[in-house]
């Protein structure tokens, strides 16, 4: 039912637009998701009635089940073909992007966050984007709920650059909840590290860097394809934030990133600076009684993401997980 009040609007706008040309990049829309009921659904509503719709909509579901209404729609919509459906486990935020390279056919494969707000026209602002040749990955603007933008000089374009905003720049770095790349590049560098576990915190950022070393290029931040992120409180990478004190996955992200991906004349202090950081904040200044538990915390974040730098990443091009997506069901 909710899929067949889509079809007059999608495929109006799909007449429109009409198929894809020889030389007209093909898009594909990515939106890895777990534990997500309603907004997912939202999400991907809004996706399909974009002006200039994608060619393809892959919805990478982790979840073990759904709402009955969730699982009606997603039923719907894939019998119908607006998306495909497809199931993935276990849980893991890099591995699911992994099989969105792999699934797809598309020449640019968009990737988003389940509970976000499409602004009008993001589809093919992400796609004009790569009429230029010399750009191969694309960061979009990600607004909080409140809308507002950021202006004026940006200090950093690497790791701090705000994701919110308002003018196009060069930087180094991609936003995990909206981003695209060639795909063909993305499966030269091997796809997305799937040891990055739990909220995968740095993954997006560890495959920028990779990716723009080997095209010897650039980010493209695009603040036309915008979305608004509304965080909500359960599901996705939060699935794991209901004790953010304690977050493993956090802390181990950010230590195996310097360990693993900055140059040695970098990571000593990218460490030293967030360690300092999440120990000494606003937060453990009036409660100083979680010190102690952020500094185990640390140490198990450092433990952990030293025994994954010295092991070889887990990409799509490693025995284990080609073996892995291979069973996974169609």
Request: with cysteine.
């Amino acid at each position: 039912m909710i899929g067949q009040k889509l079809i007059g609007k999608v495929a109006e706008k799909m007449f429109v637009a009409g198929a894809p040309s020889e030389d007209r990049l093909t898009v594909c829309v990515a939106i890895p998701t777990y534990q997500r009921e309603g907004v997912l659904v939202e999400t991907i509503r809004q996706v399909l009635t974009q002006d200039s719709p994608a060619d393809e909509v892959l919805v990478i579901d982790q979840s073990a089940d759904h709402e009955f209404t969730t699982s009606q729609a997603l039923s719907a919509w894939h019998q119908e073909g607006w998306i495909r459906w497809i199931k993935h486990s276990p849980p893991n935020l890099p591995g699911a992007r992994n099989r969105a390279l792999l699934e797809s056919r598309s020449d640019i494969v968009i990737f988003i966050d389940d509970d976000v707000i499409l602004s009008p026209g993001f589809v093919e602002a992400h796609r004009r984007s790569y009429d230029d040749p010399r750009i191969d990955l694309v960061a979009g603007q990600v607004l909080n709920k409140d809308r507002q933008v950021h202006t004026g000089a940006v200090k950093d374009h690497e790791l701090q650059f705000p994701r919110n905003h308002g003018e196009r720049a060069w930087i180094k770095g991609v936003f995990g909840g909206n981003h695209s790349v060639r795909r063909r590049l993305a499966l030269e560098v091997g796809g997305f590290d799937e040891r990055y576990v739990q909220n995968a915190f740095r993954e997006e950022t560890d495959f920028a860097f990779r990716a723009t070393a080997q095209s010897r290029g650039m980010v493209l931040f695009e603040p036309k394809a915008s979305v608004a992120h509304l965080k909500m409180p359960t599901g996705g990478c939060r699935a794991w934030d209901i004790l953010r004190m304690l977050n493993i996955g956090w802390t181990t992200g950010d230590y195996y990133f310097a360990l693993k991906t900055l140059p040695s004349t970098r990571w000593v202090g990218h460490i030293a600076k967030g360690c300092f950081h999440r120990l000494i904040n606003r937060y453990s200044v009036g409660h100083p009684w979680v010190i102690p538990l952020f500094l185990i915390r640390e140490a198990v974040g450092l433990t952990r993401g030293a025994v994954f730098a010295v092991q070889n990443r887990k990409l799509i091009s490693s025995p284990a997980s080609r073996s892995r997506i291979a069973k996974q069901e169609p």
